[in-house]
């Protein structure tokens, strides 16, 4: 079975640019969960949709959008990017909802110059 | 709402034990926790939903207070491959979906 699958593995940006990053979660898993970790914070909650539905959303800007698709897989959206937003995201699928272990993604590395 | 880890860093000999500390200001419904490796994605350890109740994952063992809402992660006889960042997760009562809130970690070394 194959794991959760992040795509890019790396990206560099430029301050005021937008970047998308995609998420395959496990085959049947219908909770995808975002993840932003930085050396200083540790992992913090960005946001978790489940059937195509957001149903929780952490303390972050506007400009941190995700959505996802009827397969379950997802995408998170960062618009106007700034220096602070450098950071490794990570996905997580689980198979249905709360309680469940997570399966993480090795994550997208983004740089923003 | 994040919670609290400590201490943030440890080292130990091959053999020794240590123990993580996972405190919340907020009534916790479940404590997770999560080992990373340098460099590779969080990997699940366990899940603990009752107050007093303890997991075990190999030699690592962990107990869940509700009432203090304190988790502790006892790390028994340590191996190198202990070794990575801790992480404990928590979600909070009343959340709807799946939200958790993670510390900041704890980092480990085991040396030989």
């Known amino acids: 079975k194959a794991g959760v699958t992040q795509t890019p593995r790396y990206l560099i940006k430029t301050r005021g640019q937008q970047v998308t990053l995609s998420c395959s979660p496990i085959s049947g898993h219908r909770s995808v969960s975002w993840y932003q970790q930085t050396p200083g914070q540790g992992l913090q909650f960005l946001f978790e949709?489940?059937?195509?539905?957001?149903?929780n959303k952490g303390n972050f800007p506007g400009r941190f959008s995700g959505r996802q698709f009827s397969n379950s897989r997802s995408e998170m959206n960062v618009s106007t990017l700034e220096l602070g937003d450098s950071a490794l995201y990570l996905c997580?699928?689980?198979?249905?909802?709360?309680?469940?272990?997570?399966?993480f993604g090795s994550g997208t590395q983004l740089s923003v110059l | 709402q994040q919670p609290v880890q400590s201490p943030q860093a440890v080292i130990l000999r091959e053999g020794e034990d240590a123990v993580i500390n996972c405190s919340s200001s907020k009534a916790l419904y479940s404590v997770h926790w999560y080992r990373q490796k340098h460099g590779e994605a969080p990997v699940f350890l366990m899940i603990l939903l009752k107050g007093g109740e303890q997991m075990r994952h190999e030699k690592i063992s962990a107990s869940f207070n509700e009432k203090k809402q304190q988790s502790s992660l006892y790390l028994t006889a340590s191996q190198l491959s202990y070794s990575g960042t801790y992480f404990c997760g928590t979600e909070g009562k009343g959340n709807s979906g799946y939200a958790l809130n993670f510390g900041k970690g704890t980092s480990l070394l085991v040396t030989p």
């Open positions: 949709y489940f059937s195509e539905t957001q149903r």
């Open positions: 997580a699928s689980s198979h249905l909802s709360t309680n469940e272990k997570l399966f």
